[in-house]
């Protein structure tokens, strides 16, 4: 089983960068892709950034790319996402998510129904 539990949230003026982490625990994910989602008030949960096992694959939803980097220590268990030229449009609560589905290969998803484990989720605020 693993647990993940993100860190780094906050709040930030517009055009402020914040650094958020996903730490693993319980087993090792370097064989899971990670995948990081968001939710606003009152909107259903979005995709934000993916990456494969290795790291040698990213994909971003086009809200984000330019701005946000997802990239992951498998030796350190842990995931991040850094988050630039942020937007009062990127405040929610961002989730860091874990698929084993693909295993060690190049493959990864947008898809939440992919992931089946989550974290708790930490809150970035970015005011206008």
């Known amino acids: 089983q693993v647990q993940l539990a993100e860190s780094g949230g906050g709040l930030v003026q517009a055009g402020g960068s914040l650094r958020l982490s996903c730490a693993a625990s319980?087993?090792?994910?370097?064989?899971?892709?990670m995948a990081w989602f968001r939710q606003a008030p009152g909107k259903e949960r979005e995709f934000v950034a993916a990456?494969?096992?290795?790291?040698?694959?990213?994909y971003y939803a086009d809200s984000v790319k330019g701005r946000f980097t997802i990239s992951r220590d498998n030796d350190k268990n842990t995931v991040y996402l850094q988050l630039n030229s942020l937007n009062p449009e990127d405040t929610g609560v961002y989730y860091c998510s874990a698929s084993s589905s693909f295993g060690a290969s190049w493959f990864l998803s947008v898809e939440i129904a992919e992931y089946a484990y989550w974290g708790q989720g930490t809150q970035v605020t970015a005011s206008s």
């Open positions: 319980g087993r090792s994910i370097s064989s899971y892709a």
């Open positions: 990456i494969n096992w290795s790291g040698d694959n990213t």
